[in-house]
């Protein structure tokens, strides 16, 4: 853990720099497609005001000045497969977006969905002897957390304090300054497979880049798409990607739960393929132009070509009604929708004071979707779009970049998390008192 | 209705329409592209490639070339074979002289003087040069050089006309107006009709000496010429050796009262050395020797010291 703790300092520090340096790299590696943005830092409030974006996220600070979106290599279920398609395809992207940006950037914050996120609430308590709560107490509070097993081979990616609780009062956001003699704290702890990491930071390390941080998917689409209200008072965050469907659930601001379904559009696709026996290419164009789950009498008319280049005539000259697409793509959607209202049942979503839902990424945008989640998922659904950014193309600016924005978002203002606050001292190994105490010992 | 399975004899099996589908386009810079453009995007590196490297190239070349003296050489030959080209061209060369307003004399002086081989550049004329020369020669007041077009050097001179002889210690000469000389006169020419002015600083006085010459014009054939006096006053000097001597200053006022009295009393014919008009308060008669005799007896003894 300590290890960790000192892996996470390391890039807090590496973001500072970047931050100073005025230019970061954003990289969110999804299974369909990996988006690099370029940021640039020129101030708070430089922007504001400019094109309708306003600071309520402070997105006012930085402007995109490079986008770049590659077709994704070598990723499976958000979790690096193939190590050296994956760097080229990082390559592509941070090259392209470079070009446009026409600077060189060092630093990249990247973002994956994979890597199976498990979420752990932990909790602590602290007797305080004397004065207020100062930074020492809530670095000890957070130490005095009972780490749960997280298992062999996982490692932690957040650790959020998200509610604080002086005597008997809750509820506290930050509790610094204020007195008491009992201090607790929850924290959410999201740990994912270390190999994940390790693949993620050893691709973008042979793209000479340094990493700055690294965020969950689940968690920088639910900074994006939600707005403020609905962090307050509980939302899920529901991230239909390509290989994935992550869900986040936020409640008072923090994320206290997240999730990954590894189901997502490229199975629909995939569906499509089998089901109407056509090449990958054909079913994903097919299913971006005429997909949706909600069959009407004028689908059974609407026949689509499907196309071919086998030479054969009978095959190349198939069609299908769009009511048969439709009955292809809807179980698959629905079959997803359905783990979804799982996941969210296990984590007990029912009791927040709001139930809303939010559905954003690429597999959203199927035509009347949101009708079919409603019935699965409960009344208050909605399709989501990521804040808006200043300078991000409109090209960039759909659904399915709700995570990349988000981690901009992520890197704009990132939350505290425990390894922002100093070690405590007692925490310190042993070995380093008896050396002190050694060298007082010789010096007097 | 020829039946499905039968095999055509002589017909080939025909390629399919369709080309073989590519693979699908997956462009990816290498590692070493990559790389560069990321060096080309360092800021650094971006300046010395487009500012410093190409000013350190030419600054290097420049440094290469002339570390060699032969190429210094050559290159200095260049330039000056390209100056010789242009300056040889026909539009700057100069074919003719001609000089304007001189006596064939002083023409043929300058000639000589300029010493001109023609066809010769206009840049390798050097005018102003040359106009101090030709103004050095004595008979020249002033020259104005004018290359005109077709090539012709035009020296129009404005010459000193010689209005006095002038006889000093070394020599004898002719000068102008303002005293400038004009022309030596040898011993044994013969003397061109003009006054004769002697003494040191006479030439600084010339006008003043015309003036009186004018103003002594009935008594031309008497005149002998003008003394300049510790270079201050003139004596006006008769052929009969009997002296004018005129003050420093209204000099022609006293010479006009001398002729005045010559015209009342013939003055001239009386026999006396000089008339001293020095004071104009008190003109001096300063009679010969033998005049002065006869006075004595006219006047009868006892006056002999009153003159």
């Not at chain 1, 139930?355 to 909605?382: C, N």
């Not at chain 2, 000089?99 to 550049?121: G, K, Q």
Request: one cysteine or more; proline letters at 6%; glycine letters at 8%.
């Amino acid at each position: 853990m300590a290890q960790l703790y000192q892996s996470q300092r390391a890039m807090r520090n590496r973001r500072q720099a970047a931050l100073q340096r005025g230019v970061v790299a954003i990289i969110d590696v999804g299974t369909c497609k990996i988006a690099c943005l370029i940021l640039r830092f020129d101030g708070p409030q430089r922007f504001a005001g400019a094109d309708g974006v306003r600071s309520s996220a402070g997105q006012s600070s930085f402007r995109v000045i490079g986008a770049a979106t590659t077709r994704a290599r070598g990723v499976r279920f958000g979790e690096i497969e193939t190590m050296r398609e994956t760097e080229r395809a990082i390559r592509t992207a941070v090259q392209a977006a470079q070009k446009m940006a026409e600077v060189r950037v060092d630093h990249v914050i990247a973002s994956f969905s994979g890597a199976r996120p498990r979420s752990y609430g932990l909790e602590g308590v602290l007797e305080l002897h004397d004065g207020p709560v100062g930074d020492h107490d809530i670095a000890r509070v957070l130490a005095a957390c009972d780490l749960p097993d997280l298992g062999t081979g996982r490692e932690a990616l957040h650790a959020q304090p998200v509610n604080f609780v002086l005597d008997h009062r809750s509820g506290l956001q930050d509790p610094r300054g204020q007195v008491g003699h009992r201090l607790g704290v929850d924290m959410h702890l999201l740990t994912v497979d270390t190999i994940a990491i390790e693949n993620l930071l050893h691709c973008v390390k042979r793209c000479d880049l340094e990493l700055a941080g690294v965020a969950s998917s689940p968690y920088a689409s639910g900074i994006s798409a939600l707005v403020e209200d609905e962090r307050e008072l509980g939302a899920a965050c529901v991230d239909m990607g390509g290989g994935t469907t992550s869900l986040s659930i936020f409640a008072r601001k923090h994320m206290i739960f997240a999730e990954t379904v590894r189901m997502g559009g490229e199975h629909v696709t995939s569906d499509i393929s089998q089901g109407l026996q056509v090449p990958m290419a054909t079913a994903e164009r097919i299913k971006t132009l005429h997909g949706g789950v909600v069959a009407t009498g004028m689908d059974d008319r609407e026949m689509i070509e499907l196309g071919g280049e086998t030479g054969d005539w009978e095959l190349d000259r198939r069609t299908v009604s769009r009511s048969e697409l439709i009955g292809v793509i809807r179980p698959r959607v629905e079959e997803i929708l359905e783990e979804v209202r799982a996941r969210l049942d296990a984590a007990g979503f029912e009791h927040l004071p709001a139930q809303r839902i939010v559905l954003t990424g690429g597999a959203s945008q199927i035509p009347g979707i949101e009708g079919l989640a409603a019935r699965i998922l409960g009344q208050q659904v909605r399709l989501g779009r990521p804040l808006r950014v200043q300078g991000l193309p409109s090209a960039a600016a759909g659904p399915a970049f709700a995570s990349a924005v988000g981690l901009c978002l992520f890197a704009a203002c990132p939350q505290d998390e425990w390894w922002d606050f100093e070690v405590p001292h007692d925490r310190y190994p042993a070995r380093s008192f008896r050396r002190i105490a050694k060298w007082m010992k010789e010096n007097w | 209705m020829r039946p499905l399975n039968h095999p055509v004899s002589g017909h080939r099996l025909e390629p399919p329409l369709t080309r073989p589908v590519p693979p699908p386009r997956d462009p990816a810079p290498s590692r070493i592209a990559y790389r560069l453009h990321r060096l080309w995007l360092t800021p650094l590196v971006r300046i010395l490639l487009r500012r410093v490297l190409p000013v350190a190239a030419l600054v290097a070349g420049l440094l290469a070339f002339v570390a060699t003296p032969e190429n210094i050489t050559r290159a200095h030959e260049g330039l000056t074979e390209l100056r010789r080209s242009i300056e040889q061209r026909p539009e700057f060369m100069v074919v003719a002289l001609r000089i304007e307003d001189a006596s064939p004399e002083l023409a043929e002086d300058i000639r000589e003087l300029t010493s001109l081989t023609f066809p010769v550049s206009s840049f390798d004329l050097d005018l102003p040069h040359l106009r101090a020369e030709i103004e050095g020669l004595d008979a020249v007041g002033r020259a104005d050089l004018v290359i005109r077009s077709g090539g012709i050097l035009e020296i129009r001179i404005d010459e000193r006309v010689p209005v006095a002889i002038w006889r000093h210690r070394e020599a004898v000469e002719l000068v102008d107006v303002e005293g400038r000389r004009v022309q030596g006169l040898s011993e044994t020419g013969g003397l061109p009709p003009l006054p004769l002015i002697v003494g040191d600083g006479a030439d600084r006085a010339v006008a003043e000496a015309l003036a009186l010459i004018d103003v002594a014009a009935r008594w031309e054939d008497r005149i002998a010429g003008l003394v300049r006096m510790g270079e201050r006053r003139w004596d006006l000097v008769l052929a009969s050796g009997q002296r004018i001597l005129l003050p420093e200053r209204e000099a022609v006022a006293a010479l006009e009262y001398v002729i005045a009295l010559d015209g009342a009393h013939d003055l001239l014919n009386r026999d006396f050395k000089a008339i001293d008009l020095r004071n104009s308060a008190r003109p001096t008669l300063r009679l010969s020797p033998e005049a002065l005799e006869k006075l004595h007896l006219m006047r009868g003894p006892g006056r002999g010291d009153d003159s």
